[in-house]
């Protein structure tokens, strides 16, 4: 069992920047690879990045390549989501997941089936 906890979401200005951070317990966070998902209202729960459990390898959504990164610190249990240059449509419930399997492929990363477990979400609103 793993437990997720997300933290850092609220309203920023179009153009401006939002850090998000997961800390998991349970399990050894460096055998568990995790993503960041993100969800607007009336449409499917999409993938945004996600970063192996060692840390070497990261994947990122075509929408968000560029202006997000994803970045893990083992000793903290957290991984972390810089998001920069903000954009009204980046406007979602953001979700951090975690799956104990290691995998090496954005095919594996972006599947929102392929996570287990799940944070409750944390709405991130940018205005125009």
């Known amino acids: 069992q793993v437990l997720l906890v997300e933290s850092g979401g609220g309203l920023v200005q179009a153009g401006g920047s939002v850090r998000l951070s997961c800390v998991a317990s349970?399990?050894?966070?460096?055998?568990?690879?995790m993503g960041w998902f993100r969800q607007a209202p009336g449409t499917e729960r999409q993938f945004v990045s996600g970063i192996r459990g060692i840390g070497d390898s990261t994947y990122y959504a075509d929408s968000v390549k560029g202006r997000f990164t994803i970045s893990r610190d083992n000793a903290k249990n957290t991984v972390d989501l810089q998001m920069n240059s903000l954009k009204p449509e980046d406007t979602a419930v953001y979700y951090c997941?975690?799956?104990?399997?290691?995998?090496?492929?954005?095919?594996?990363?972006?599947?929102?089936?392929?996570?287990?477990?799940w944070g409750q979400g944390t709405q991130v609103t940018v205005s125009s």
């Open positions: 349970g399990r050894t966070f460096s055998s568990i690879r």
């Open positions: 997941a975690a799956d104990l399997r290691d995998c090496s492929d954005y095919g594996c990363y972006s599947r929102r089936y392929n996570y287990p477990y």
